[in-house]
């Protein structure tokens, strides 16, 4: 396989999917988070200081019918130009040309020379980048013949943005679960050393295999947030690598009441109680500390405002709803956190988006920081957990931060992401 750093990009023509899919301020249209730009610099920066000139791809919201041509100035990648030119002047390019139309730059393409950079339009504009097809529901007749229909279109759109460069790079992690055109399909249009992942997706590869490929000694999965079916995968795969299971937020209800429990309105899956049973008995199989939350901070209604009182999980009192975690679920993660060499984190303790039922988080990701200050090495994933990381500034404070929610769940669940596999094989 290819690699970014000792590849020399001189004379050549590279083209990049980054993820530009960057949120904006409503009412100013300016870019509010710029992580994302600043994830791609270092892969656009050493194909500029090599000598080539970079040829920048990517998505930006859900477009959905958007003709071409005409464009939709909401979801335009035209208005992050600014955010983007701020950094890429540091390394002396000022400025960056725009195509307004993704599949017709061959001419701007063709008159990009050494050392500039080229944005493409808003990938998404066209329905062949995801390869879906839109206005046609699953279960209309015509369907099969619209997929079939559509995946062809969006091989020829690959190939059309293949057509730009010599060289492709993929440096979008957090599209690479998808199996789209610049994400994936476009690698097929490139030899073996004319491909290759930017620096993003290297680190991102490097902190997820390091953490799959840890000893199970010392070893913590986290896992919170709302729902046991969205986790479940990446709880079944863990079991097997983790010392300590400890599992917290809105999903704990549902083992709590399927160990029969009160949990009064708290929420919780009826159709994964099982389930739920299932996981408890394979950790008990695979000699895993499976830790769940012994007592949680109750709300009257769900409500930044609501009524609190505590109780222990499992005696909810009726019409009151745990919302997070209270001191000795707190205590108990604190310790096994606090001693652990391998962590991983994906998942809010409880609704932290209220001031009031914080404290379980906040607790949380404190004590993932004092771990990796005593050497632990910490993976932290997931939007929220990532946010409620940078809400308490600690996130110079863990090892590593992933940008990409669904794609990391899906690579530490096992499964083979297309845009990785398109490239590594
Ligand atoms: P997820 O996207 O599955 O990681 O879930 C994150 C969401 O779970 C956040 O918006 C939290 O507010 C929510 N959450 C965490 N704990 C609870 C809880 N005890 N009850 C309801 N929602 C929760």
């Known amino acids: 396989m290819q690699k970014?750093?000792?590849y020399?990009?001189?004379?050549?023509?590279?083209?990049?999917?980054?993820?530009?899919?960057?949120?904006?301020?409503?009412?100013?249209?300016?870019?509010?988070d710029d992580t994302r730009i600043r994830g791609a610099l270092p892969t656009i920066k050493k194909i500029i200081e090599d000598g080539g000139c970079a040829i920048l791809m990517s998505h930006m919201g859900k477009p959905k019918n958007v003709n071409p041509a005409e464009g939709?100035?909401?979801?335009?990648l035209k208005q992050i130009i600014p955010a983007i030119e701020k950094y890429t002047?540091?390394?002396?390019?000022?400025t960056i040309a725009f195509a307004e139309?993704?599949?017709?730059?061959d001419a701007a393409a063709s008159a990009l020379k050494p050392g500039q950079i080229l944005l493409l339009q808003n990938l998404r504009y066209y329905a062949a980048e995801e390869g879906k097809p839109r206005g046609i529901e699953k279960d209309d007749p015509k369907f099969d013949e619209a997929k079939k229909a559509m995946k062809a279109e969006q091989a020829a759109f690959a190939k059309k943005l293949a057509s730009y460069a010599e060289v492709y790079v993929n440096d979008a992690f957090g599209t690479a679960h998808r199996k789209h055109a610049s994400t994936a399909v476009i690698a097929d249009e490139f030899a073996e050393d004319k491909k290759m992942f930017g620096f993003l997706i290297n680190k991102e590869l490097t902190a997820m295999d390091g953490v799959l490929a840890a000893p199970k000694a010392g070893f913590t999965a986290i896992m919170g947030g709302s729902k046991v079916s969205d986790?479940?995968?990446i709880i079944t795969n863990l079991l097997d690598r983790v010392e300590n299971l400890i599992i917290g937020g809105g999903m704990a209800y549902t083992f709590v009441k399927a160990q029969g429990g009160n949990i009064g309105n708290s929420l919780c899956e009826n159709d994964k109680l099982d389930l739920a049973l299932d996981i408890i008995a394979k950790a008990k199989e695979k000699n895993v500390n499976l830790l769940l939350p012994v007592d949680a901070l109750n709300a009257d209604k769900f409500d930044k405002d609501a009524a609190t009182q505590e109780s222990a999980i499992d005696q909810t009192p009726d019409g009151w709803m745990g919302l997070d975690i209270a001191?000795?679920?707190?205590?108990n993660f604190q310790k096994v956190i606090e001693s652990s060499k391998t962590l991983i984190w994906n998942g809010p303790m409880g609704v932290f988006e209220f001031d009031k039922f914080a404290a379980g988080t906040t607790a949380i990701a404190k004590a993932v920081a004092a771990a990796t200050e005593k050497g632990a090495y910490s993976l932290i994933g997931g939007g929220d957990s990532v946010a409620a990381i940078n809400k308490n500034k600690l996130a110079d404070k863990v090892s590593y931060v992933s940008t990409g929610g669904g794609a990391m769940l899906e690579y530490m669940e096992g499964k083979q992401l297309p845009g990785i596999v398109a490239i590594r094989g």
Do not use: Q, Y
């Open 72 to 76: 939709d100035a909401k979801f335009s």
């Open 231 to 233: 986790k479940i995968n």
């Open 101 to 105: 139309d993704c599949a017709n730059a």
């Open 327 to 331: 001191s000795k679920s707190i205590a």
């Open 89 to 94: 002047k540091e390394f002396g390019v000022p």
């Open 4 to 6: 970014i750093d000792n």
């Open 8 to 32: 020399n990009f001189k004379g050549k023509k590279v083209i990049v999917r980054v993820d530009f899919n960057v949120p904006l301020n409503k009412e100013t249209g300016e870019v509010s």
